[in-house]
C-alpha cells in the first residue's frame, strides 16, 4: 500500500515559477513508476512527467518539455515536480501518482493505482 501526500501549487503569475511536492509512505519499491498529471477545468486528465522510482529518464508531455522539471526533493520519499515559465495553459490540478505495476505505458493514467489528493495551480495573465 502506498500513500501519496501532496504540498506546494497557488496562484502564480505568467512567467513565474512554482513547485509541487509529494511525499511518497508505504511501500515503495524500484520498479514503481511516479508520475505527475493534470486537469484543466472541462478537460480530461493529463500525463505530464514520470519516472521510475529508482532514477533513470525522466518522460515529460511535450507541452513541459524544457520548462518543468521532475526530481527528487531533499526530504526522503518525496519527489518534486518543479514549473518554470508558467503560462495561463498550465491552470490545472495536478496529482502525483504511483504505479506498481509498469507495463511502460507511463504516460496512461489508467496504470496508476494510487493517487495524492490533488493541488490547484492557477496562473494568472
Known amino acids: 500500500q502506498v500513500q501519496l501526500v501532496q504540498s506546494g501549487g497557488g496562484l502564480v503569475q505568467t512567467g513565474e515559477s512554482l513547485t509541487l511536492s509529494c511525499t511518497a509512505s508505504g511501500r515503495m519499491e524500484s520498479s514503481y513508476f511516479m508520475g505527475w498529471f493534470r486537469r484543466a477545468p472541462g478537460k480530461s486528465k493529463e500525463f505530464v512527467a514520470a519516472?521510475?522510482?529508482?532514477?533513470?529518464?525522466?518522460y515529460y508531455d511535450d507541452s513541459v518539455k524544457g520548462r518543468f522539471a521532475m526530481c527528487r526533493g531533499n526530504a526522503k520519499f518525496t519527489v518534486l515536480l518543479q514549473m518554470n515559465r508558467v503560462a495561463p495553459e498550465d491552470t490545472a490540478v495536478y496529482y502525483c501518482a504511483v504505479d506498481d505495476q509498469p507495463r511502460g505505458a507511463y504516460a496512461d493514467d489508467d496504470e496508476y493505482y494510487f493517487w495524492g489528493q490533488g493541488t490547484q495551480v492557477t496562473v494568472s495573465s
Open positions: 519516472t521510475r522510482w529508482s532514477g533513470g529518464p525522466t
